[in-house]
């Protein structure tokens, strides 16, 4: 059974860095092909995918995002690492990791609520 | 252009039609991916590829596409289909990226 838990600070002030870890069960992040992404969904709001992190350690930003993300990956811990810095109000939502494939291997976390507030 | 463009709101009668498209430049080179997300879940692949409903997805689902514009029909609406639904598409850098969402209701 595939499994994502996403962890992280409940609460953060503007300007501090968001340090989020996905870990995962069900499968190995250095099989041929399977790569891990971030999602995030503000309150009533769409969801933005965020980065990607793949088996090769390829990583993948978003272009409105990419000067504040980092995305790691910790293979022996099953683990997926996103970091992001200088938080505003903004940056509230609900993170995800997902599969987002290949293919039918679309799994998703239940996500993690993150609040920036001062 | 990143952009995903979809209704924001339709709405449709039990057992009847719906179809939820989703515009935007990235769909003329590549399939769009359809998640269905209800309130305090996380999103459910719905339907992927030219083709292709996951194992488990009635097959009410159905997808396709022309030109800029894919869609997602749902064909004999049931309650359960009210939700929230999302188009995903990517470019050529591997940036993914979500469409406006469109909240389905079923009367």
């Known amino acids: 059974q595939v499994t994502l838990k996403e962890s992280g600070p409940a609460l953060l002030k503007p300007t501090q860095t968001l340090t989020l870890t996905c870990t995962f069960s069900g499968f190995s992040l250095s099989t041929s092909g399977m790569r891990l992404n971030w999602i995030r969904q503000p309150p009533g709001k769409a969801l933005e995918w965020l980065a990607r992190?793949?088996?090769?350690?390829?990583?993948f930003y978003s272009t409105s995002l990419k000067t504040r993300l980092t995305i790691s990956k910790d293979t022996s811990k099953n683990q997926v690492v996103l970091i992001m810095t200088n938080v505003d109000p903004v940056d509230t939502a609900k993170y995800y990791c997902?599969?987002?494939?290949?293919?039918?291997?679309?799994?998703w976390g239940q996500g993690t609520m993150v609040t920036v507030s001062s | 252009s990143s952009e995903l463009t979809q209704d924001p709101a339709v709405s449709v009668a039990l057992g009847q039609t719906v179809r939820i498209t989703c515009q935007g430049v990235?769909?003329?080179?590549?399939?769009a991916t359809w998640y269905q997300q209800k309130p305090g879940q996380a999103p459910l692949l719905v339907f992927y590829g030219k083709n292709t409903r996951p194992s488990g997805i009635p097959d009410r689902f159905s997808g396709s596409s022309s030109g800029n514009t894919a869609s997602l029909t749902i064909t004999g609406a049931q309650a359960e289909d009210e939700a929230d639904y999302y188009c995903m598409s990517r470019d050529t850098s591997v940036n993914h990226f979500f469409g406006t969402g469109t909240k389905v209701t079923v009367l």
């Open positions: 992190i793949d088996w090769d350690d390829d990583k």
């Open positions: 997902a599969t987002l494939g290949p293919d039918a291997f679309d799994i």
């Open positions: 990235s769909l003329t080179t590549y399939y």
